[in-house]
């Protein structure tokens, strides 16, 4: 009976928020629209990020580099090859993001717990720093010099081409926002996927005790390598993403910063379940849009919102709604049993 009442109550979820994914284009104004595709694409990067902290228990505070290197490699390739495909923009943006994890990674892996955190502060900081200082945009000559110089690293990219269809300005928005949506269907479903196969456990067998994992024969290094190089991919596909959302790319989204933010809402929501990740990107972005009606003062209200809900939700906004729905659980088993 219990387990008919919780798939009920998943399909009603499930059919609730597929109706408010096709209409919300029409529902919310195009700025709400916005900041609703920025949660999405947050999400993405947040649920990329849990495989190798809540999944591999590894935390990671370089993981901005692969989110900047998804949006500057589309960026570079429509300045300087002239490619006004997003398709292909996203393609680049992947790739790029994927080889840059699979070569950090193979060197990160080698170290644990702070050690490795440290290690993936210092490659994000030195890749950060080649974009801040330009010497990325000496390597294409003049006209990459010309450009650093015009933005200081920061790049524009206008709207791009969509299967080869132009969208203007008032269309654009809402046509992209079903992209992202399919984007974010599909890396939930593969990185569900993956959270639940044997992979998934390995990795998770590995998060709770790494030398146990390696006394019972599991390449511990190999697997974690694995999960960083996935994690990539997830992250450079959100930076791509976000680029072409934004259409302002600069070096702060390189930035050790950054990174903390990605940690800092995927605790929010929780680590330890699938959609906590999800969740605290929801939440990280409307407390960040509540903060930015104080102009003076931002990054303070910001904080203090963050310190509110981390003060209420000490164990995540997942583990609260799990303890609340345990609670009316225990609350409604008397008075069944007085029924009966």
């Known amino acids: 009976m219990h387990d008919t009442r919780a798939l009920a109550a998943r399909v009603v979820v499930?059919?609730?928020?597929g109706a408010w994914v096709l209409v919300a284009p029409a529902a919310l104004s195009p700025y709400l629209l916005i900041i609703w595709s920025y949660a999405l694409i947050l999400s993405i990067a947040c649920l990329g990020l849990n495989l190798v902290f809540g999944t591999t228990g590894l935390l990671s505070l370089g993981h901005a580099a692969y989110f900047g290197a998804g949006a500057y490699a589309g960026a570079f390739l429509y300045r300087f090859a002239h490619v006004s495909s997003f398709e292909?923009?996203?393609l680049a943006g992947?790739?790029?993001?994927?080889?840059l994890a699979a070569v950090i990674g193979f060197?990160?892996?080698r170290a644990t717990k702070i050690h490795f955190a440290i290690l993936t502060l210092a490659f994000s900081q030195i890749l950060h720093?080649?974009?801040?200082d330009g010497a990325i945009f000496r390597l294409f000559g003049p006209l990459g010099w010309s450009l650093y110089l015009l933005g200081g690293g920061s790049m524009y990219i206008p709207r791009l081409t969509i299967l080869g269809i132009e969208f203007g300005p008032g269309e654009f928005i809402p046509v992209f926002y079903y992209v992202i949506v399919l984007v974010f269907c599909v890396s939930?479903?593969?990185?569900w996927r993956i959270n639940h196969s044997p992979f998934g456990k390995t990795l998770r067998a590995i998060r709770d005790n790494h030398t146990r994992a390696a006394y019972i024969g599991i390449p511990v290094r190999r697997y974690?390598?694995?999960a960083f190089i996935i994690s990539g991919v997830f992250l450079g596909l959100a930076g791509a993403l976000y680029g072409q959302l934004d259409r302002q790319i600069t070096p702060q989204q390189l930035d050790w910063l950054f990174s903390a933010k990605l940690v800092l809402a995927t605790v929010l929501g929780g680590?330890?379940?699938f959609v906590g990740p999800m969740l605290g990107a929801f939440v990280f972005i409307g407390l960040d849009a509540i903060a930015a009606r104080w102009a003076v003062g931002h990054n303070m209200i910001m904080g203090l919102l963050l310190m509110f809900v981390v003060f209420v939700f000490p164990r995540g906004l997942v583990g609260a709604l799990t303890s609340l729905t345990q609670m009316a659980r225990k609350a409604r088993a008397p008075m069944r049993l007085g029924q009966k």
């Open 107 to 109: 060197f990160c892996v």
């Open 129 to 132: 720093s080649l974009f801040i």
């Open 14 to 17: 499930l059919v609730a928020a």
């Open 188 to 191: 939930v479903f593969l990185l």
């Open 94 to 99: 992947v790739l790029t993001s994927t080889l």
């Open 271 to 273: 680590t330890r379940d």
């Open 224 to 226: 974690r390598w694995y």
């Open 88 to 90: 292909v923009y996203l």
